[in-house]
């Protein structure tokens, strides 16, 4: 048994139903089934319509690349990397959140994820498979691209050379793709097995009964899906530190001015939580009002996330200063010139835009009344993501366009084939998430309903005695 | 029953009769001994299983890759041609007035390579980018493919006829050639006229090229019209106006050798030259010059004068600046006198006549100038010339024989020519390829590739060298004097016979050496030349070493030969020099690249992409003016200026040239050509303009105006300033004479352990090369930055052309370039500033290759081990390895390697520019030890590992080890100043051992390890480049030194911050 203090914001808010009763776990499967369950409306329509459009154009620019070479982008002689690593390591960053909030916050008994954690965690796979298409992209022989992989061949003792941060990359990425679908598929199945129970078109029965494993809800199952739940936690918390430990591997273990820093392994990691909560924000401030979920992804739900981008957005400030303070204190000429090329060189202003989205951004959310404003919370969760696109793109490409040798000092400037692989990845994983959201349920039912009574027993009760029905907001103000 | 019968079949006859030989080879598989190459080459049982499995393996590979075309094997082998084993034939290039005895590479009976002939007195061993670049004009699917007619194909007899009637009809008949040097050519024609006597022949320089004005100074300085042989490395005081001999400059490449020996600096000799170059444009010589002065075209003319002056008391030079300057030549060239040398690159006779009388009163002939031995690469007689074109223009001709020459191109007079030709009733080419002049010729028979041809030359008086072909004429086209012969209807109308016949009356006579004359040609085929005894003396003087004081005393006690006393009136052609220069308002100057050259090879796209030496820019011309200037008329890089003179205006983007003269416009000639093969077009169009009808000495009344347009010049450098970074490390003259590492830079880091050596603090363990160590030192002081190893480096090892859009996208392939850096102001403070070059700013040259690190940063961050390190020092690349990440690029620190973005040699974008790798005649050029790399793969430079492998392979078969000079890169060896020595750090006796001071020590094995050798590099001038980072390059470099009095301070190219020594 569980007991949440009555102080804290009710992590389900329970409405008023029809013959004057509370919101049942029952109402909980009808909110959410609801979207599996319905014709889609068109709002939907028009979001997936989009997204294919994207995905469209975006396959005929990575069908060019492919076709004819990365020659279709904008790289030259001295930049080998810009805008897909850039766009790789911001989407492996992005998948960050939901790791963190389904295995982090489930072994720290945060119950407030059980409303989030689904989506997060769906957002998490389709961010990794846009971040692998990067690398497939990026290959300059994408056909050969299990060469990276230690396979057995036949051309003797042909191996992978382990001492390449980029093969450090196929194990972390690899890794954590398939821990995060694993975790993400099992928690699916008991709510997949509950629409298979609702079900009463025989082919989405059979569907989702396929699906669902043959889920029979007893105790001894649910008591392996608790176990599991936490096993499965237990192995994904360190990949939350270490996939883009590794990924910062690729910057910090090379000789460049700019690249060459210890600092790299934490600073990515916050980075990537930053930008991750961003990005579950963006979606779950979309879909919430979407398929008006309101009830369980609440303002509490909101500001909770707002610290943490907070905090996070805060660590990626300090670290940066700390940079700059290396920089001069290293007494490294490259090293020092490679900051100031930053700061006040050809790319100034892809610079200070990172500086602003993402150090002073967030500094906005110091005060509760934008942690708990919607428009603001989704206009900056939108502006961090800019920001941490451009710090990525700064690391790349500022370092790389000028480095040791002057002669060999250049510009990047994207063509419209780069651009274009940029939005196949939005295109893909829009795509995958509105089909997500149709077709499978966003909100984790039966985790919600473990919560509904603990967490809410008396402010609900509070709530529904004294306010008007409906109102969610002014109901959570008056608690405070 | 088969055993039954009684038949017997006998193998032949030999069985029969029982042949002794039939009996002792019965029992083996071949009667007859296979061919053996190889001495002492016995096949075990492991060395079959080895190519066994090397054959099965190679054969499946090759199957699941390239399926074979078009292989056809030879019927017969020929004689002295074994498949996968070069051919080399002697031979000789001479075209746009750029002469080289060189040697060809060929490869299955195609040529596929041009490599200088070390016998050579004049090239010695060397060849410029033009040179090298030349073999793919054999492989241009453009050239005629047959005689034309009237711009149709036709048949060469019925041609032959129809021109020998013509030409019997003809009443006045002008034969315009480039300049002959082949004695037997110019028999030729001799015979010609004498057979059609209204005939006249004059030979043709394109302005760029002619030296009409020394030529003429001469004849009437000495009566000897001819160039005069100079030594540049005689010349302790070297002033030039304007003339760009280490570059483009009559003979170039000659000069270059010559003026590399004097950059030299080693243990034993710590003088070199001093150079002052006065001149317009930044040419690569005045990039080369010790001290350098800006001045208008018109200027040029009265600086020498000025200087002339000074030297017999008096005149000052309006430009103050420059008159220091002067007056500091002046100085240096009477302390030196006797050994130093003026030049100038001006084509008017008056100023060179005062060039001779300096030089003479310097004392300078039978030193650095030699009239005894004359050259004779430029006859072009500028007068001569107009005069046939005013000629034609006129209507007084109703023949001409177009030979080598394309004057409706490249001639002032060119558009009227055009125009005039229409009524010239024959009009005959020779033109290998379509050209403005032979399309507008109603015969055209195509002349043979010098590559397809015999030929012979005299360069030099004494001099004589053959030129042979190296393969069958590919299309049907005959040699010139063929030609020429059949007309003339003589006796031999086989050019071959025609030499060796002339030959052998003439020239065979002047040697002492060979009985029969078969021996005699021989021998000179194989040689390529033959040098009279006269000139053997002169050569071997000057091999023989002699110790230095003995050097000394002979050059103050011998007497100077003269050829002819110097009787010119230089005080005439000083007034009239007063009255014809004026300088006022805004000057343009022409000038040839040192690609492009006069535009003959326009096609060329090994030249088109070869980035000029100064500006790094390629494929089309640009207008130059300078910062001031440019800031003065409010114009930035990359816009389209519209410049007006004499009546012509056109349109071309603007590059901003540190050093260049205020108020000067500078253009190159060669491009702009209207009817030229793919290369020489972009789009259709033809590359950049055509400013040869403002090829004339000094432009004046130049008019620049900025217009709206945009148009980006393909620079393969655009950031020209080296920020006050150590990568150039550099000191004057009397700085090194008292230390000999001054301009070292030591970086050290600081440690806990106190500050180290970067070496100190490592996490490598290092690696081991028991057999060879490849390397190459690289003097930065004798790199003069003229690019032939570029272009060399380009045809060995089958490099991409990538077109003008690529490089605009910086995506040039070159294995080897050369980083060029101007020094900015002295009084820069911030970052910003260091990024501006100064007004007329120290040049520095800098080779960049791959530099096969030992702690190699490319190697750990190779995903798939395409990368490695070889056990003898090279970091070699697997191509069917590479998937392509790139991420060894972007971990370069000298960003060497090149990947490519697209299939260049199979993508329909690149057809047009990378013929050498689409095309199927144009592929016959590339080389079969090399792989052409596919799309997405990485590459660079691998020290011409194939040449490596060839040598060990020789010094194997002959039973012995590898000596120092069997592999030498193909950079090395075009180098014309030897600034780049490859060679192996293991052998002490190496050049390269001795460029470094390389040091043999034992290191005591510790905690059990074995003992070590340990070579160690003592030259106080040699670095490596980066070495804070310690990535331990197999390639040093040695400092640049400048004979300078004073030392240009912070700021500079060498900002000498935290210098010092730490051990």
Redesign the interface.
């Known amino acids: 048994m569980q007991y949440t203090s009555p102080v804290r914001e009710p992590l389900v808010l329970r409405q008023m139903h029809k013959n004057d009763r509370k919101t049942t776990m029952h109402d909980i499967t009808d909110d959410i089934c609801r979207q599996v369950e319905a014709a889609p409306n068109m709002r939907w329509m028009i979001a997936l319509g989009i997204s294919l459009v994207v995905l469209a154009w975006g396959s005929y620019t990575l069908y060019r690349t492919w076709f ?4 279709e982008w ?5 930049v ?2 810009a805008w897909d690593i850039t766009n790789f390591v911001w989407w492996v960053g992005i998948g960050h959140a939901g790791t963190l909030i389904s295995a982090v916050l489930l072994l720290f008994r945060q119950k407030w994820r059980a409303s989030i954690n689904r989506s997060a965690e769906a957002m998490t796979i389709f961010a990794v498979l846009c971040a692998g298409s990067f690398i497939l992209m ?5 056909w ?2 299990h ?2 992989l230690p396979l057995p061949n036949t051309y003797g003792s ?4 382990f ?5 450090w990359d ?1 194990f972390a990425i690899s890794t954590y793709l398939t821990v995060s679908l694993v975790f993400w598929y099992m928690g699916l199945i008991p709510d997949l097995a509950t629409i298979r129970e609702r079900a009463k078109n025989p082919i989405s029965k059979f569907v989702y009964g396929l699906m669902s494993f043959g889920w029979d809800g007893s105790t001894k199952t649910w008591a392996r899906y608790e176990m599991m739940s936490l096993v499965l936690a237990g192995v994904s918390t360190p990949l939350v530190l270490s996939v883009h430990t590794i990924v910062s591997f ?1 910057f910090a ?4 001015p700019g690249w060459h820093t210890t600092i790299f392994p934490p600073y990515f990691v916050a980075g990537a939580i930053f930008s991750g909560f961003a990005m579950v924000l963006t979606l779950m401030l979309i879909t919430r009002y979407v398929f008006k979920l309101e009830p369980y992804i609440t303002l509490a739900h909101i500001e909770s996330m707002n610290k943490i981008i907070l905090v996070t957005g805060s660590i990626v400030g300090v670290a940066y200063i700390t940079e700059f303070f290396i920089a001069w204190y290293s ?4 090293e020092q ?1 490679a900051f ?2 930053r700061m ?1 060189g050809p790319y100034w202003w892809a610079y200070w835009a990172m500086m602003s989205c993402n150090v002073i951004s967030p500094q906005f959310f110091w005060f509760k009344s934008m942690r708990t404003n919607i428009y603001a919370t989704f206009a900056l969760s939108i502006v961090v993501n800019i920001g941490m696109w451009f710090e990525r793109f700064v690391i790349i490409v500022t370092s ?1 366009h ?9 510009m990047f400037w994207p063509t419209y084939v780069d651009i274009g692989d940029y939005l196949f990845s939005f295109g893909f994983f829009f795509t995958c998430f509105f089909l997500f959201a149709k077709f499978l349920p966003v909100i984790n039912m039966a985790e919600v309903k473990t919560i509904l009574n603990s967490s809410t027993r008396e402010a609900g009760e509070e709530y529904t005695k004294e306010e008007h029905i409906g109102e969610t907001k002014t109901a959570t103000a008056h608690l405070f | 029953m088969m055993e039954d019968s009684p038949k017997k079949y006998w193998k032949g006859i030999e069985e029969l009769t029982n042949d002794i030989d039939f009996v002792k080879n019965a029992e083996n598989e071949f009667a007859e001994p296979l061919p053996k190459h190889e001495p002492n080459t016995e096949n075990n049982r492991r060395d079959f299983l080895k190519l066994m499995g090397f054959s099965v393996a190679a054969v499946s590979l090759a199957a699941c890759e390239t399926p074979v075309k078009y292989a056809v094997p030879y019927l017969n082998k020929p004689e002295n041609l074994d498949p996968s084993i070069p051919n080399f034939y002697a031979s000789t290039f001479f075209e746009g007035g750029d002469y080289s005895s060189i040697l060809v590479k060929t490869r299955e009976g195609r040529p596929i390579k041009i490599e200088g002939n070390n016998l050579s007195p004049i090239n010695k061993g060397k060849t410029s980018a033009k040179a090298q670049a030349s073999i793919l004009g054999l492989y241009d699917d453009t050239r005629y493919k047959g005689f034309m007619v009237n711009g149709k194909a036709g048949k060469m007899e019925s041609i032959d006829e129809e021109v020998k009637k013509s030409l019997e009809s003809a009443s006045n008949i002008r034969i315009l050639s480039s300049t002959i040097i082949s004695p037997s050519t110019e028999s030729i024609i001799k015979d010609f006229i004498k057979k059609y006597p209204t005939a006249k022949h004059v030979q043709y320089d394109s302005p760029t090229v002619s030296a009409h004005g020394i030529l003429q100074a001469n004849k009437e300085s000495f009566g000897v019209e001819a160039l005069p042989s100079y030594d540049f490395s005689k010349a302790k005081v070297i002033v030039s106006f304007g003339a760009d001999f280490l570059g483009t400059w009559l003979s170039a490449t000659e000069y270059a050798t010559q003026y590399g020996k004097t950059r030299k600096l080693g243990k034993d000799k710590k003088e070199m030259s001093r150079h002052y170059q006065f001149e317009t444009r930044l040419s690569l010589t005045g990039a080369n010059a010790d001290y350098r002065g800006a001045i208008k075209p018109s200027e040029e003319a009265l600086a020498v004068v000025a200087l002339y002056n000074k030297l017999n008391g008096g005149e000052t030079f309006a430009n103050k600046e420059v008159d220091k300057l002067l007056e500091k030549a002046k100085n240096d060239l009477q302390s030196a006198s006797g050994n130093s040398l003026v030049v100038s690159g001006s084509n008017d006779p008056a100023v060179q006549m005062v060039v001779n009388a300096i030089n003479n009163q310097l004392g300078n002939y039978g030193n650095a100038i030699d009239m005894s031995t004359p050259s004779y690469i430029r006859k072009g007689n500028d007068n001569a010339v107009n005069a046939v074109i005013d000629e034609i223009i006129g209507g007084g001709v109703d023949t001409v024989i177009f030979y080598g020459v394309n004057p409706v191109y490249d001639h002032p007079k060119g558009k009227e020519l055009k125009s005039a030709l229409s009524n010239v009733k024959n009009k005959i080419s020779f033109a290998l390829a379509p050209d403005e002049t032979s399309t507008l010729c109603n015969f055209v028979c195509p002349d043979t590739h010098f590559l397809e041809s015999w030929n012979d030359a005299m360069p030099k008086k004494g001099i004589y060298t053959l030129t042979q072909p190296t393969i069958t004429p590919i299309f049907k086209t005959r040699s010139a004097q063929e030609s020429l012969l059949l007309w003339s209807e003589a006796k031999t109308t086989n050019f071959h016979d025609f030499i060796k016949g002339y030959w052998n009356t003439n020239v065979f006579k002047t040697q002492t050496k060979f009985k029969g004359f078969a021996n005699f040609w021989t021998s000179v085929l194989h040689d390529g030349q033959y040098l009279t005894n006269a000139t053997i003396a002169e050569v071997k003087e000057e091999v023989t070493e002699t110790t230095k004081e003995d050097k000394k005393a002979e050059t103050k006690d011998a007497k100077p030969k003269v050829a002819g006393k110097f009787s010119g009136d230089a005080g005439k052609a000083v007034s009239e020099i007063g009255t014809k220069y004026k300088t006022a308002g805004f000057e343009m100057q022409v000038y040839q690249t040192q690609a492009i050259g006069n535009g003959s090879q326009a096609n060329n796209p090994w030249l088109q992409e070869m980035p000029d030496p100064i500006t790094k820019a390629c494929w089309g011309n640009y207008a130059s003016i300078s910062q001031k200037t440019a800031k003065e008329k409010g114009i930035t890089a990359g816009y389209v200026v519209k410049v007006s003179a004499k009546g012509m205006s056109f349109e071309l983007p603007v590059l901003i040239q540190p050093g260049q003269a205020d108020n000067t416009v500078v253009v190159a000639v060669g491009y702009g050509r209207e009817v030229v093969g793919q290369a020489g077009k972009i789009n259709g169009k033809a590359i950049g303009v055509n400013v040869f009808p403002l090829a004339i000495d000094v432009i004046e009344g130049v008019s620049i105006a900025k217009t709206d347009k945009y148009e980006e010049v393909a620079q393969t450098q655009t950031h020209h300033t080296i920020m006050g970074r150590d990568i150039i490390q550099e000191t004057t003259l009397a700085e090194y004479v008292k230390k000999p590492n001054a301009g070292r830079n030591y970086p050290h880091v600081s440690s806990p352990d106190g500050i180290k050596k970067p070496s100190e603090i490592t996490l490598w363990k290092g690696h081991k090369y028991p057999n060879h160590s490849w390397s190459m030192v690289i003097d930065l002081n004798s790199c003069i930055g003229c690019s032939a190893c570029t272009v060399a480096c380009q045809a060995e090892n089958n490099v991409s052309v990538v077109g003008k859009a690529e490089v605009l996208m910086r995506r040039e392939m070159h294995w080897i370039r050369i980083d060029r850096y101007y020094s900015s102001n002295e009084s820069a403070k911030s970052w910003g500033e260091m990024e501006e070059a100064s007004a007329n700013p120290e040049v520095t040259f800098m080779p960049l290759m791959c530099q096969h690190c030992n702690n190699a940063p490319c190697e750990t961050v190779c995903p798939v081990l395409a990368t490695t390190h070889s056990t003898e020092g090279l970091n070699q690349m697997t191509y069917n390895r590479c998937i392509g990440t790139r991420y060894c690029a972007n971990n370069c620190p000298y960003k060497v390697r090149r990947f490519n973005w697209f299939h260049y040699a199979e993508d329909d974008r690149f057809t047009t520019v990378n013929y050498t790798q689409t095309n199927d005649l144009g592929k016959m050029v590339l080389n079969p030890d090399v792989t052409v790399r596919s799309r997405g793969v990485m590459e660079k430079c691998s020290m011409c590992v194939q040449r490596i492998q060839a040598g060990k392979l020789t010094a194997k078969k002959e039973k012995r080890h590898v000596k120092d000079g069997d592999v030498i890169t193909a950079c090395a060896q075009a180098c014309p100043t030897d600034a780049i020595t490859f060679g192996d750090m293991n052998d002490l006796n190496s050049e390269v051992a001795k460029a470094l001071s390389l040091k043999k020590e034992m290191k005591k094995g510790e905690h059990g390890a074995e003992d070590e050798i340990i070579y160690s590099i003592t030259e106080p001038r040699a670095y490596q480049l980066l070495e804070e980072i310690n990535v331990k390059p197999q390639i040093s470099y040695l400092t640049k030194i400048r004979n300078k009095d004073e030392k240009k301070g912070k700021g500079d190219a060498n900002a000498n911050h935290g210098g010092g020594e730490h051990h």
């Open positions: 004819f070479g990365i020659g904008g790289l030259n002689k001295t080998g990397w990026h290959m300059g022989r994408p050969l691209a060469w990276a042909l191996w992978v050379n001492n390449s941060p980029l093969v196929v690729d273990t090379s000789v460049i007494g490294v000429p490259y010139y100031i090329n006040f790389l000028r480095d040791y040798l002057p002669s060999s000092w250049v």
